[in-house]
């Protein structure tokens, strides 16, 4: 019986003794000791009770046997929720509980905390330390070396990743078997990876970018992965000689812009640099140039869709713009107001529809209308034009989002804790521009009328409940935010004024 992702990311590859996962110490794991090690992990999974489409929360640090995991959960029918290891216990409480998961898997160093909050929701804990350790691969080393797949359809659901939003709740992004699958074999091809291919990987593993593009990619193609826990300039200048291929968010890129080690000499070799999940400056990709001779693919993405348009492998890959839809990706840019679609050339709303585009928000049936038109199209929330070579030009965003490091914040979620401080009448969080992280987070707040709030237990109460790349750079009391005559709050004219305060290295 077929289980679509299974079958042609990891089944395919069964029995290979191929390099798969190239490790910082010297260690090679092969495409069999993967799938052996996920296999194993799947017996683990159903022991635990756990039937096909079941939830399994993730908070792991990134490692093989992270990522066997998520391999496990396609082959057992589960559907994987990877959380940011920089998610608060508050965070994770809310995800856990909104997705109804029945196992969540979680460093030691939680396990006393998430315990408690799974118990009072029928939910088991098992353990995954960085190192490999804990109760999931100590019950797993005692598993048979292979599991009997489970069926699924290319419709049904193989994960859900959390996605904030402008109101400050998250939404469970549910995606596909077909969703990943299809993404991931246009872009091995439209990229031209192969076989022979090395990927130097230091991205995140529960974020799209590292999972569902670059994991993803290479399982698609049976190449390897230098297999790095992190961005670590040295370790990656150590290892790039290895590689054939890198992908990264801007901040990578800009980080090894300013190390002289990473010449061109060093990149000489290189097949492929491809960036993505926050803009990249036009001014970094001709520096890129200038200093290697490679020009940096850029793709754009998101949560829900995967990867929706890509500079092309050949032909003119052209800086400020995210380059044309993938194949089987229609975008179109479209008005606000009525949804009638533009002339080219005009900014507007961008669309997108194609096997990419996720099935809805999990149990947020209004939400899902709201931003997915019967007609299949998804409202992104980006505002962008096509160029009449059929280029996407991202120039900025209709939802109130920043992006720093590649990472999303949504203001409101942060206006939430700052609003509910003692003192403070109002806030409002904009991004600004930052050198190393693209944007930084900068938090006003208006004073109740003869009270002066207390900023540094308001910076206690921030850390305490939102992830460290949440937390406000800076907080400044103003007397009051800009309005217009609707009473918005004029967030444009604050990201001006304060525009300067963290651009400079
Ligand atoms: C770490 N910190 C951050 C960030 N990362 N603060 C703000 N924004 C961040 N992105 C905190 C750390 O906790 C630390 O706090 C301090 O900032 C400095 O850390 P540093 O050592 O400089 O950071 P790092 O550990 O080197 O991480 C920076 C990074 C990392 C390498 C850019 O954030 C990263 O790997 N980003 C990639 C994110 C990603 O994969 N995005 C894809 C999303 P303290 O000083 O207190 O210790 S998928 C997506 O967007 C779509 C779908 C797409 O198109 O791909
Ligand atoms: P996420 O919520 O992590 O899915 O982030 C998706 C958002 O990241 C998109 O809606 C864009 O605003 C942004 N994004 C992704 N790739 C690019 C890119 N190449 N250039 C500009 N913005 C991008």
């Given at each position: 019986?077929?289980?679509?992702?299974?079958?042609?990311?990891?089944?395919?590859?069964?029995?290979?003794?191929?390099?798969?996962?190239?490790?910082?110490?010297?260690?090679?794991?092969?495409?069999?000791?993967?799938?052996?090690?996920?296999?194993?992990?799947?017996?683990?999974?159903?022991?635990?009770?756990?039937?096909?489409?079941?939830?399994?929360?993730?908070?792991?640090?990134?490692?093989?046997?992270?990522?066997?995991?998520?391999?496990?959960?396609?082959?057992?029918?589960?559907?994987?929720?990877?959380?940011?290891?920089?998610?608060?216990?508050?965070?994770?409480?809310?995800?856990?509980?909104?997705?109804?998961?029945?196992?969540?898997?979680?460093?030691?160093?939680?396990?006393?905390?998430?315990?408690?909050?799974?118990?009072?929701?029928?939910?088991?804990?098992?353990?995954?330390?960085?190192?490999?350790?804990?109760?999931?691969?100590?019950?797993?080393?005692?598993?048979?070396?292979?599991?009997?797949?489970?069926?699924?359809?290319?419709?049904?659901?193989?994960?859900?990743?959390?996605?904030?939003?402008?109101?400050?709740?998250?939404?469970?992004?549910?995606?596909?078997?077909?969703?990943?699958?299809?993404?991931?074999?246009?872009?091995?091809?439209?990229?031209?990876?192969?076989?022979?291919?090395?990927?130097?990987?230091?991205?995140?593993?529960?974020?799209?970018?590292?999972?569902?593009?670059?994991?993803?990619?290479?399982?698609?193609?049976?190449?390897?992965?230098?297999f790095m826990s992190k961005f670590d300039l040295d370790a990656i200048i150590?290892?790039?000689?290895?590689?054939?291929?890198?992908?990264?968010?801007?901040?990578?890129?800009?980080?090894?812009?300013?190390?002289?080690?990473?010449?061109?000499?060093?990149?000489?070799?290189?097949?492929?640099?491809?960036?993505?999940?926050?803009?990249?400056?036009?001014?970094?990709?001709?520096?890129?140039?200038?200093?290697?001779?490679?020009?940096?693919?850029?793709?754009?993405?998101?949560?829900?869709?995967?990867?929706?348009?890509?500079?092309?492998?050949?032909?003119?890959?052209?800086?400020?713009?995210?380059?044309?839809?993938?194949?089987?990706?229609?975008?179109?840019?479209?008005?606000?107001?009525?949804?009638?679609?533009?002339?080219?050339?005009?900014?507007?709303?961008?669309?997108?529809?194609?096997?990419?585009?996720?099935?809805?928000?999990?149990?947020?049936?209004?939400?899902?209308?709201?931003?997915?038109?019967?007609?299949?199209?998804?409202?992104?929330?980006d505002l962008g034009l096509i160029d009449e070579d059929g280029y996407v030009?991202?120039?900025?965003?209709?939802?109130?989002?920043?992006?720093?490091?590649?990472?999303?914040?949504?203001?409101?979620?942060?206006?939430?804790?700052?609003?509910?401080?003692?003192?403070?009448?109002?806030?409002?969080?904009?991004?600004?521009?930052?050198?190393?992280?693209?944007?930084?987070?900068?938090?006003?707040?208006?004073?109740?009328?003869?009270?002066?709030?207390?900023?540094?237990q308001i910076k206690e109460a921030t850390s305490a409940s939102l992830a460290?790349?949440?937390?406000?750079?800076?907080?400044?009391?103003?007397?009051?935010?800009?309005?217009?005559?609707?009473?918005?709050?004029?967030?444009?004219?604050?990201?001006?004024?304060?525009?300067?305060?963290?651009?400079?290295?």
């Open positions: 019986m077929p289980n679509p992702l299974y079958d042609s990311l990891f089944g395919v590859h069964a029995g290979k003794t191929t390099p798969f996962l190239m490790l910082i110490d010297g260690g090679v794991i092969t495409h069999s000791d993967f799938l052996v090690m996920a296999a194993q992990i799947a017996h683990v999974l159903k022991s635990n009770g756990l039937k096909p489409g079941d939830r399994v929360a993730v908070q792991v640090a990134k490692s093989p046997e992270a990522l066997a995991l998520y391999a496990a959960c396609v082959q057992s029918g589960l559907v994987f929720i990877p959380l940011n290891t920089a998610y608060t216990v508050d965070e994770l409480s809310y995800f856990i509980e909104n997705s109804g998961a029945s196992l969540i898997v979680c460093d030691s160093r939680n396990e006393g905390e998430l315990t408690e909050l799974a118990q009072n929701l029928g939910a088991k804990v098992d353990t995954l330390d960085a190192n490999g350790s804990g109760s999931l691969m100590e019950a797993a080393s005692a598993m048979p070396e292979s599991f009997s797949t489970e069926p699924r359809n290319a419709d049904d659901l193989a994960a859900f990743l959390y996605t904030s939003g402008t109101t400050g709740r998250s939404k469970g992004a549910m995606l596909t078997q077909n969703n990943l699958l299809s993404n991931s074999t246009t872009l091995a091809k439209e990229w031209h990876f192969t076989d022979a291919d090395v990927l130097l990987h230091a991205l995140p593993i529960f974020h799209t970018h590292g999972l569902f593009v670059a994991t993803n990619v290479m399982l698609a193609s049976g190449g390897s992965m230098i150590e290892r790039l000689p290895e590689a054939t291929s890198m992908m990264g968010v801007p901040t990578f890129y800009t980080r090894l812009l300013g190390d002289a080690r990473f010449s061109r000499e060093l990149t000489a070799h290189m097949r492929l640099f491809v960036s993505g999940s926050a803009p990249l400056l036009a001014e970094t990709h001709i520096q890129f140039e200038e200093r290697t001779g490679h020009r940096i693919l850029e793709r754009y993405g998101m949560t829900e869709t995967n990867m929706n348009t890509s500079n092309p492998y050949e032909g003119e890959r052209k800086a400020g713009t995210v380059g044309v839809a993938l194949p089987g990706v229609e975008v179109k840019i479209t008005d606000a107001e009525t949804g009638e679609m533009l002339e080219q050339g005009e900014v507007g709303q961008i669309e997108v529809r194609g096997p990419n585009v996720f099935k809805g928000y999990w149990q947020m049936p209004e939400k899902t209308a709201a931003e997915l038109r019967e007609n299949g199209f998804f409202i992104t929330g030009q991202i120039v900025g965003r209709d939802k109130d989002l920043i992006i720093s490091g590649g990472y999303n914040i949504y203001p409101k979620e942060i206006e939430l804790v700052l609003d509910a401080q003692p003192g403070v009448l109002e806030s409002a969080v904009i991004g600004v521009p930052h050198a190393d992280f693209g944007e930084t987070v900068l938090g006003l707040i208006v004073p109740k009328k003869g009270e002066v709030p207390d900023l540094s460290r790349f949440k937390h406000p750079r800076d907080l400044l009391l103003v007397d009051e935010l800009p309005r217009n005559t609707m009473g918005k709050v004029q967030k444009n004219l604050l990201r001006e004024k304060h525009k300067n305060l963290f651009a400079l290295a």
